[in-house]
C-alpha cells in the first residue's frame, strides 16, 4: 500500500516563498514520475510541476515557469516544490501525485493521490 503525504502549505503575502513537501510511503515502492497539482475554488484540478524519477527530468506549467521549482529530497521517495513570488492566483489546495509505473506525468492519471495542503495567498 503506498500513501503519499504532503504539507508546508499555509498563508503567505504576495512575493513571498513557501516549500511543499511529499513523501511516499511503502517499502517497495519506487516511482516513475511524482508531480505536483492544484486546484483552486471552482476550477479544475491543474498541473503544476512534474520530476521523472529516473531521469531527473522535471516539467512545468507556463504560469509558475521561473517561479516554482521541484526537486527530490534526500529521503527515500519524497519530493518538494519550492514557490517564490507568489501570487494571488496561486492560492489552491496543491495534491502530490506518485505512479510507479509510466505515465504522462503532466496528465491527472496519476495512481496515487496525497491528500493535498492549503496555499493562501494575501494580495
Known amino acids: 500500500q503506498v500513501q503519499l503525504v504532503d504539507s508546508g502549505g499555509g498563508l503567505v503575502q504576495a512575493g513571498g516563498s513557501l516549500r511543499l513537501s511529499c513523501a511516499a510511503s511503502g517499502r517497495t515502492f519506487s516511482p516513475y514520475a511524482m508531480g505536483w497539482f492544484r486546484q483552486a475554488p471552482g476550477k479544475e484540478r491543474e498541473f503544476v510541476a512534474a520530476?521523472?524519477?529516473?531521469?531527473?527530468?522535471?516539467y512545468y506549467a507556463d504560469s509558475v515557469k521561473g517561479r516554482f521549482t521541484i526537486f527530490r529530497g534526500s529521503a527515500k521517495n519524497t519530493v518538494y516544490l519550492q514557490m517564490n513570488s507568489l501570487k494571488p492566483e496561486d492560492t489552491a489546495v496543491y495534491y502530490c501525485?506518485?505512479?510507479?509505473?509510466?505515465?504522462?506525468?503532466?496528465?491527472?492519471?496519476?495512481?496515487?493521490w496525497g491528500q493535498g495542503t492549503q496555499v493562501t495567498v494575501s494580495s
Open positions: 501525485a506518485a505512479d510507479d509505473l509510466s505515465t504522462p506525468v503532466t496528465g491527472s492519471k496519476y495512481k496515487y
Open positions: 520530476i521523472n524519477w529516473g531521469r531527473g527530468s522535471t
